[in-house]
């Protein structure tokens, strides 16, 4: 049993502490430099607003005649075959593809987040505050994602649905 | 407080902390530790003779401190004449009274401490047992607890689920829509 009373060591513990220290400081600044790489500025030609209710997604599209509606996930009971249980939404998000859209996200209660995994956003819904974020979406489809902030018992029943539109479909459902 | 009634609590304290150290001052000294009352009660006549694992005088069979602090056994006639004799040349100690002279210092030889005990078994046994009372508990929830599952989890609706899952193109770059030739209608090779 060697060194088994051994208690410190102040020259190597000095070591390793400074070495990683270093370290540290040189993967946090290029990782902070890309976090406001992240931030830019990139004129979207869209402001979509969602707002986060128990227990539901509200989006506004108040660029054009002040469009508004709600977002419930659709009961277990009402799913036709084929639906995804608990992901399916009776009034879908709409968003045309390859446009830069600004997100503006909030709550009206309690906290939620807007999460779509397969597109690569997350944003806190935030009551009293409004947290922005952007969105592109490179190719026409339908993207799922689920509120990721408890919010109260109904925090697994309120999905998100975007379905990316080519510019026309969008503009004529927007006449609608 | 009066003068007086300070006196009387400081000689009061006075009298306590004597009554204390006389108590301790009955006690054996050995070497650089004391032994108190209550060590000694459960330690009885066994003599301390080092400092063991953590300097309390407690016996226990360690390899890592194969030294411990007091004798298995406490001492007798026996013991105290092979002791004397011990101081002499050892070549004279019969192998009987050199297997006594351990035996009473030491409970275990190191070999015996090493000694597999089958004490596996037993655990395993417990074990095995312990996971077929949780077989029984999970039949138990099955049956009685838990509500039935939604109609999603059905063959044809799962089918049905895929197939939709392809028609919206999901995951087309690198998951389920990518292995799907829509050209054909069939699934990639």
């Known amino acids: 049993f060697l060194h088994r009373y051994l208690l410190d060591g102040q020259a190597i513990e000095t070591v390793w502490t400074v070495i990683p220290a270093i370290i540290l400081v040189a993967i946090a600044l290029p990782s902070i430099r890309l976090l406001y790489l992240i931030d830019e500025i990139h004129n979207p030609a869209l402001t979509i607003k969602?707002?986060?209710?128990?227990?539901?997604?509200?989006?506004?599209?108040?660029?054009?005649?002040?469009?508004q509606f709600d977002s419930y996930m659709i009961p277990s009971n009402e799913l036709s075959t084929g639906m995804y249980r608990l992901l399916d939404v009776d009034n879908r998000m709409p968003v045309p593809y390859n446009q830069a859209i600004r997100l503006m996200i909030t709550s009206d209660d309690v906290l939620h987040s807007w999460a779509v995994p397969s597109l690569g956003i997350k944003m806190?819904?935030?009551?009293?505050?409004?947290?922005?974020?952007?969105?592109?979406?490179?190719?026409?489809?339908?993207?799922?994602?689920?509120?990721?902030?408890?919010?109260?018992?109904?925090?697994?029943?309120?999905?998100?649905?975007?379905?990316?539109?080519?510019?026309?479909?969008?503009?004529?459902?927007?006449?609608? | 407080m009066t003068g007086h009634q300070i006196a009387r609590v400081l000689s009061r304290q006075a009298k306590a902390i004597t009554v204390q150290s006389a108590s301790a001052g009955t006690v054996a000294h050995h070497g650089h530790h004391e032994i108190r009352d209550h060590v000694k009660d459960k330690i009885g006549k066994r003599e301390?003779?080092?400092?063991?694992?953590?300097?309390?005088?407690?016996?226990?069979?360690?390899?890592?401190?194969?030294?411990?602090?007091?004798?298995?056994?406490?001492?007798?006639?026996?013991?105290?004449?092979?002791?004397?004799?011990?101081?002499?040349?050892?070549?004279?100690?019969?192998?009987?009274?050199?297997?006594?002279?351990?035996?009473?210092?030491?409970?275990?030889?190191?070999?015996?401490?090493?000694?597999?005990?089958?004490?596996?078994?037993?655990?395993?046994?417990?074990?095995?047992?312990?996971?077929?009372?949780?077989?029984?508990f999970y039949i138990l929830m099955k049956k009685y607890v838990y509500p039935?599952?939604?109609?999603?989890?059905?063959?044809?609706?799962?089918?049905?689920?895929l197939k939709r899952m392809i028609e919206q193109r999901q995951n087309r770059i690198e998951g389920l829509a990518s292995q799907y030739d829509y050209e054909t209608q069939k699934w990639k090779e």
């Open chain 1, 50 to 67: 969602v707002t986060g209710h128990q227990w539901y997604w509200s989006y506004e599209y108040s660029d054009f005649d002040d469009i």
């Open chain 1, 124 to 176: 806190d819904a935030v009551p009293g505050r409004l947290n922005q974020s952007s969105l592109l979406v490179n190719m026409p489809g339908v993207f799922y994602g689920q509120c990721s902030e408890i919010c109260g018992s109904g925090h697994s029943f309120m999905p998100i649905v975007i379905e990316a539109v080519g510019e026309s479909d969008f503009l004529k459902w927007l006449e609608l």
């Open chain 2, 48 to 136: 301390v003779v080092g400092y063991g694992y953590n300097g309390q005088p407690t016996y226990v069979d360690r390899l890592d401190f194969p030294f411990p602090a007091i004798r298995y056994k406490e001492p007798n006639a026996e013991i105290q004449l092979l002791r004397e004799k011990e101081k002499g040349d050892w070549k004279k100690l019969t192998t009987e009274e050199k297997k006594a002279l351990y035996r009473a210092s030491f409970r275990q030889t190191l070999a015996e401490v090493q000694a597999p005990t089958g004490e596996w078994k037993s655990i395993l046994g417990v074990t095995l047992f312990g996971m077929s009372v949780a077989v029984w």
């Open chain 2, 148 to 161: 039935p599952l939604p109609p999603t989890m059905a063959p044809e609706w799962q089918e049905a689920q």
